[in-house]
Structures are given as C-alpha cells and as structure tokens.
C-alpha cells in the first residue's frame, strides 16, 4: 500500500474541473454549414488548388522532404516559395515553416535577446506566448489596441534601465474578435522607441490589401518590420512564411532550434503555398465577394441587436459558458457548423459563438443561419 497518487490522477482532477465549468474540450465531426472554419476564400477544396496538386504530382514532386532544411530536406521548392513570397509581399526574404504555430514559437523564442522587452497585445495568439516562454526576452502584456499601453510599457523599462531592443508583438486581425491592431500608431511606437514591430497577418492574409497582402502591406520592407502570414487559412493550404529582413532568416537558420530540429515541410506543400499565392493574386473577385458577404452577415445580425466587427470574423458573446455551448448544440443540430468558444482561448465572461464568413456559404445560407441564431439565442 502506498499513499502516491495513481498515474494521472492529476490530469483526471484537470479534466473535471473543466468539465464542472463546463470548459471541457472534445473533438467534434465536421458536419453541417461552414460557419466555423478559415477557409476564408473557399480555396482549401477548390478545383484550382486540386489542379494544382495533380500538376505537382505529374512533375514527380515528393510528398516529403526526408530531414531538416540544413541536411538533405532543403528542396527547390522550399527556395521557389520563399523567393515568390518575398517578392509577394515585399520583404527582403522569407522563410517557410510547417505551421503558422512553429513560425511563432521559433520567431518568439529566438530572435529577443536576454535584455530585450517584448511588449505583447493581450489577446495575441497562444503560439505567441509558447515561443515567449521559451525565450530570454522579458515580456509584458498591453491592453489590447491601445498604442499608449505599448509606449508606456516600453518608456517604463528604459526608466528602470533596459537598454536593449523593444519588441512590440501583435495580430493586424485578431482571431476571437476579428478587430484590427491600430497598425500605424503602433508603427509610430516602435519608431520612436528603435522598436521592431512583429504583425501575425494570420487572418488577414488573402483576405485584405492588394493581392491579399494583408493589412501591413503599406509597411512592407521596413527594416524594423517582421510580418507572419499563415496558408492554412485565406490560402487553404498549410504551413506559414516569416518575412523580413535578410538578417531574421540568417538567425533563425542559424539559431532557431524549432526550425533547425524540425524536419522540413511538404516540397509539395510549398508548390501548393505557391499556387495559392498566385491564385489570390490573380483572382481579386474572390476578396471582393467575400467582402460582400460579410456586409450582407452584418446588416442579418444588426437586425438582432448584434454588433458587427467589420471583417469575416463575428463574434456573438454570450459571457455564461454552459449558455454558449446550449446554443452552439442548438444551431449544430440545425445544421449550422458554429462552435463555442470558452476560456481560456477568450478572456474569462466573455464566452462567445465565433461565427466565420467564408465563400462556402452564400446569402441563402446566412438568411437561414441568422433565422435559426435569433431562435436558438431565445431558447436558451
């Protein structure tokens, strides 16, 4: 006899606390109306990217790359991504990784030196702080959208005796309530700071700016500029690409150990990131009627006292957990693909439905999307 624990019995404690606040997490089927998904401009199952795919494979392209980028997994392909995407987006160089989450945790976790300060949105991505964790920076949240927030914080530690760089890290969109970071003001921050300004595009890639370029497109080829754009979303496809001056991708090479350890991407993959970049390009319409939709979606919702956030992103908050979820059920079983959203993704009280606009649906779908919101809101 013992009095140890048995295995797990903490994460079996974890999990029905969860549970009890109704916070508990489970995978779910992909059924009913897109309302959930970011694939933004209908691209991750289109006959553009499906012919794209057959033409890579015709060409002999291998399905995977057999190591790191810096042993044999370097591909031709990885190179014609990577020139294409800094062409496309007006940076220097780019680097291409599997997911928009190795990008950040990499990015976070290697470029801030010991005695640097990374000023961070309060709501920017969970990868975002993974990679902080993982560093030697100091770190320290802003209230979110507030430019005085970064340059009192920044201010504040050059007071105390910081002298090394400022970081300012956010999202030019943020996923959870699809609002825009104040781009320009934050630009003047870092400017009068010596800052570098970090933006995750990862929402608005594709989607906004000319030729998709994303909402810092009028920045491009600062030297204090590094942007993220994901593929798994707006593009369809996967993987993301860190752009920026020559000298973040010769670091990271050098010293990102997510990037280093890591085996390489799809070259596949990377001829499909390409297309992708191409097909957003060469097809503004699909932007444009997305945009369309999202105005037809807002002025549904406005009818019922909801607000709209101006981009594909609408959350509807709910604040109470197990309310959320009754009616998420409620539109799930009347076949609408919408999920709530509890803590700790979104801030404590302010569980949500986050309901996505993409080109998969079209106004018949948002007039009975809508119908069934305003329905499912009052039973619960």
């Known amino acids: 006899m013992t009095d140890r624990p048995p295995p797990f019995a903490a994460h079996r404690a974890d999990l029905e606390a969860l549970a009890a ?11 009913g109306i897109d309302f959930a998904s970011n694939d933004y401009l209908a691209l991750a199952g289109s006959y553009a990217l499906n012919e794209a795919l057959a033409r890579g494979l015709e060409r002999g392209l291998p399905a995977g790359s057999g190591g790191s980028r810096l042993l044999r997994g370097n591909h031709p392909e990885h190179e014609a991504l990577e020139a294409h995407a800094a062409r496309h987006y007006g940076s220097e160089t780019a680097l291409f990784f599997p997911t928009g989450f190795a990008a950040n945790a990499a990015l976070f976790a290697t470029l801030p030196q010991r005695g640097d300060l990374i000023v961070h949105d309060e709501l920017i991505h969970a990868s975002a702080h993974d990679g902080m964790k993982l560093g030697r920076a100091d770190c320290a949240s802003a209230l979110h ?11 504040g530690w050059r007071r105390a005796g910081g002298t090394g760089t400022p970081w300012i890290a956010v999202e030019s969109l943020y996923s959870m309530d699809g609002d825009r970071a104040p781009l320009a003001d934050l630009t003047a921050v870092a400017d009068r700071h010596d800052a570098v300004l970090i933006v995750d595009e990862a929402h608005a890639t594709g989607v906004y700016g000319p030729a998709g370029q994303g909402l810092a497109h009028d920045l491009a080829g600062r030297e204090n500029l590094i942007t993220l754009h994901t593929c798994g979303k707006a593009l369809g496809v996967e993987g993301a690409l860190l752009c920026g001056p020559q000298i973040v991708r010769d670091f990271i090479v050098n010293r990102g150990r997510p990037f280093i350890f890591s085996t390489a991407p799809s070259p596949l993959m990377a001829w499909l990131v390409r297309h992708a970049l191409e097909i957003v390009a060469n097809e503004p319409e699909r932007a444009a009627r997305l945009h369309a939709l999202v105005r037809y979606t807002e002025d549904r919702l406005a009818k019922l006292g909801l607000p709209a956030s101006g981009s594909q992103i609408l959350p509807v908050v709910i604040g109470d957990n197990a309310r959320t979820m009754r009616i998420a059920s409620a539109l799930q079983a009347g076949g609408f693909d919408i999920r709530g959203i509890r803590p700790p993704t979104v801030p404590h009280g302010t569980a949500r439905l986050r309901i996505a606009i993409t080109l998969n649906v079209g106004e018949r779908e948002i007039d009975a999307m809508t119908e069934s919101l305003a329905a499912a809101m009052a039973a619960a």
């Open 145 to 155: 959208n507030d430019p005085q927030a970064f340059e009192d914080a920044i201010a």
């Open 21 to 31: 606040g109704n916070r508990r997490r489970a995978l779910a089927p992909r059924t």
